[in-house]
């Protein structure tokens, strides 16, 4: 992409605030050259993070001042009644006046859906914005959607999930018919609560996905589907099991190889399979969820992320900009939905 491209960065999100966001940021800066960041946040926190920076670097930097922030603990209602002077708000607004492409923000979950939907609006055709992040497989990496926006969901909202999920598989992974699966406790067609079953005689009844049917918990990481839809409640408790699971594996490895210098001996000679293990399965390395539907790119980081993972979702908002994202969703609703 020649042209130059804008970024709203909450600086002031997620539990490091703009030591961990700012240097994130400058090192997004060069690493895309056609990249511009507008550093939402307090200007007496950004500006001593600025420091020796080199002209080509400062010259794509914008401080836009928020005399507020979103705590963690805030509820979404008391952000959108008085969070008007937040950073948060502020980086969404600069996507909904076409100041930036997209909003990148560690900050409260809740807030951020709350306010995105307020301010951005969803795309013509969806109910409700998902949020999407890819899992790790076997054989890559899928897509799962819903992981947290939406506790109820319809039959009708898992169809749209289905259709956004396809959407942003195909664009930013370049798979021409990514298979899409539907979650379920089964694969029978009798098994699943009657949302599931519903839904999944829509998604088949459609008749513009490649929908492969039901998938289980434990083929989400085989790698038989590109996109697996459910609803929030569901696939936040399942992106939640699997981040425990692997970190558990992680202290276990760690743990046992340190029982004696025989084990210790073998962690040497193993220690290039367990980086590579740890580097796959390592939930930080996927950091950055993308908020789907809304007319606008908004990603969120985990509130806890370092540099190198908050670069991580910096980097999928370039992604989804670079693809264009939320305009593709928006052809593909029209053409499906009508």
């Keep these: 992409m020649s042209a130059y491209y804008s970024i709203a960065v909450d600086v002031m999100g997620g539990d490091f605030g703009p030591r961990v966001t700012v240097p994130a940021t400058l090192s997004a800066l060069k690493r895309y050259p056609h ?9 007496e926190a950004i500006t001593p993070q600025l420091t020796k920076l080199n002209s080509d670097v400062a010259c794509r930097i914008e401080i836009v001042h928020a005399a507020d922030t979103i705590s963690m603990a805030a509820k979404p209602s008391q952000a959108l009644r008085s969070g008007q002077e937040s950073s948060m708000y502020k980086a969404l607004q600069l996507v909904a006046e076409h100041k930036a ?45 819903d992981l947290g926006a939406n506790v109820d969901c319809s039959a009708e909202h898992l169809l749209q999930f289905a259709i956004m999920g396809s959407v942003m598989t195909q664009a930013v992974d370049g798979i021409e018919a990514p298979r899409v699966g539907l979650l379920n406790i089964g694969q029978e067609q009798i098994k ?18 490649n929908y492969i049917g039901y ?6 990481y085989a790698g038989k589907a590109d996109v697996v839809v459910c609803d929030g409640f569901v696939g936040n408790i399942a992106l939640k099991s699997s981040e425990g699971l692997a ?31 740890k580097r796959q399965m390592d939930p930080s390395r996927r950091n950055g969820a993308s908020l789907l539907g809304l007319q606008g790119i908004v990603i969120k980081s985990h509130g806890s992320a370092n540099r190198k993972c908050f670069g991580f979702a910096l980097d999928q908002a370039v992604a989804e900009i670079e693809q264009n994202v939320p305009r593709r969703i928006c052809h593909e609703i029209e053409d499906k939905l009508a």
Excluded at 35 to 43: E, F, Q, R
Excluded at 254 to 260: D, N, Y
């Design 35 to 43: 990249l511009s960041a507008k550093l939402v946040g307090h200007t």
């Design 101 to 145: 492409e997209a909003c990148v923000s560690a900050g409260n979950t809740g807030a951020l859906m709350v306010l995105g939907r307020y301010i951005l609006r969803t795309l013509p055709g969806i109910d409700r914005p998902a949020i999407i992040s890819s899992v790790p497989t076997l054989t890559g990496h899928c897509h799962m959607l």
């Design 192 to 209: 699943g609560n009657e949302q599931v079953k519903l839904a999944s005689r829509l998604i088949e009844e459609h008749g513009t996905l």
């Design 215 to 220: 998938v289980e918990g434990d083929d989400l």
């Design 247 to 277: 970190r558990l594996i992680s202290r276990k490895f760690q743990a046992s190889f340190k029982k004696g210098l025989y084990r210790r001996f073998l962690a040497l000679l193993a220690s290039p399979v367990l980086s590579e293990l």
